[in-house]
């Protein structure tokens, strides 16, 4: 494995260290869903009958998740995660993370059309 370098980003290592220092490991939050990589195209979610493009559509949701107790289904559409806006699902990726492990949070999603809101508790 010569001239494989992995990278570590700083601010993330400045915001792990405190915890890791103090606890020895880091848990991360945990949803529970696939997402659809990226933004999905303007065309998609037309058919969608969602209102914009911008947000994280989930593909998939895992048995026993926290998405799954919440009600959070195949093809509902997240644009906002607790107070943050979601864009792509990158966006909501790092929403998750930043909330940690066992933060309740309430969603608002897309669904058939319509605008609809879920309360979940983060898992790890």
């Keep these: 494995a010569q001239g494989i370098g992995f990278a570590i980003p700083i601010d993330e290592v400045k915001s792990i260290l405190p915890v890791l220092e103090k606890d020895g490991s880091i848990q991360r939050a945990y949803l529970g869903v696939g997402l659809y990589p990226g933004r999905i195209p303007p065309r998609a979610a037309d058919e969608l009958g969602l209102p914009t493009s ?71």
């Design 54 to 124: 911008k947000g994280a559509l989930i593909v998939n949701v895992l048995e026993n998740s926290a998405a799954a107790k919440a009600g959070l289904q195949e093809y509902d559409f997240v644009t906002k995660f607790g107070s943050r806006e979601i864009d792509s699902d990158a966006t909501l990726r790092r929403a998750i993370e930043d909330a940690g492990v066992g933060s309740d949070i309430v969603v608002e999603f897309f669904r058939d059309g319509k605008k609809r809101t879920a309360k979940l508790s983060l898992g790890c």
